[in-house]
């Protein structure tokens, strides 16, 4: 079975950092594609950032040259560094890892079939 669960995250000062991390376990294929999700109150689930099995990412307009995605594939864990945070950056924040068929495409990703329960971000002015 696979589990998926993320950590990090808390409350930040605007123009501050963090990073987030998510362990995915029990994943017996090749990871075509991870990603991390943000979703607000009101508003539907938004892909910020994504990473394929070949390491190319893509991101959404507003958090690019102030994100970074990267995995560590021989622990298997995906983490979203964040810096120069904006209120706007606020949310759920939700990883999530791509089954068999799926993939990524730029911040484009289909069959993203194991999430996390999600970590919130909160940032403060």
């Known amino acids: 079975q696979v589990q998926v669960a993320e950590s990090g995250g808390g409350s930040v000062q605007a123009g501050g950092s963090t990073k987030l991390s998510c362990i995915v376990s029990?994943?017996?294929?090749?990871?075509?594609?991870m990603g991390w999700f943000r979703q607000v109150p009101g508003k539907e689930r938004e892909a910020v950032a994504t990473?394929?099995?070949?390491?190319?990412?893509g991101y959404v307009d507003s958090v690019k040259g102030r994100f970074t995605i990267s995995k560590d594939n021989a622990k298997s864990i995906l983490y979203l560094q964040m810096t120069r945070l904006e209120i706007e950056d606020s949310g759920m924040y939700y990883c999530a890892a791509a089954g068999p068929s799926g993939y990524c495409y730029g911040v484009f990703s289909y069959g993203m079939d194991y999430w996390g329960k999600g970590t919130l971000v909160n940032i403060s002015s």
């Open positions: 990473i394929d099995g070949d390491g190319s990412t």
């Open positions: 029990g994943y017996r294929y090749r990871m075509n594609c």
